[in-house]
């Protein structure tokens, strides 16, 4: 059974940091592309960041760069993201999300498995 699980959200400030965890079982997630993703409230979900299955690849939406930083470690299965430097902007559900047949550069389709997703909420 594929499982996602998302944690780390909560309420803070502008300026503030937080990081986001996902915890990936049911699939092979070594060899699986990851990404992450966000909707907030009266918008579609959209795309944040994703990191390849060797980490040597990664990507990430024009609003978050130089701000959030998307990592993973095989070993314990887990994927992350960093978020510095938090806006209100970047209010929303985030959503952990893998794309066993894609590639970093998969549109939101390609992303065959979710999470359920954890709120971040930057109050300015």
């Known amino acids: 059974q594929v499982q996602l699980a998302e944690s780390g959200g909560g309420l803070v400030q502008a300026g503030d940091s937080l990081r986001l965890s996902c915890a990936a079982s049911?699939?092979?997630?070594?060899?699986?592309?990851m990404g992450w993703f966000r909707q907030a409230p009266g918008k579609e979900r959209g795309f944040v960041a994703a990191?390849?299955?060797?980490?040597?690849?990664?990507r990430y939406a024009d609003s978050v760069k130089g701000r959030f930083t998307i990592s993973r470690d095989n070993a314990k299965r887990m994927v992350y993201l960093q978020m510095n430097s938090l806006k209100s902007e970047d209010t929303a559900v985030y959503y952990c999300?893998?794309?066993?047949?894609?590639?970093?550069?998969?549109?939101?389709?390609?992303?065959?498995?979710w999470g359920q997703g954890t709120q971040v909420t930057v109050s300015s």
């Open positions: 049911g699939f092979s997630f070594s060899t699986t592309a």
């Open positions: 990191i390849s299955w060797s980490t040597t690849s990664t």
């Open positions: 999300a893998a794309a066993p047949s894609g590639t970093i550069w998969s549109p939101i389709a390609g992303y065959d498995y």
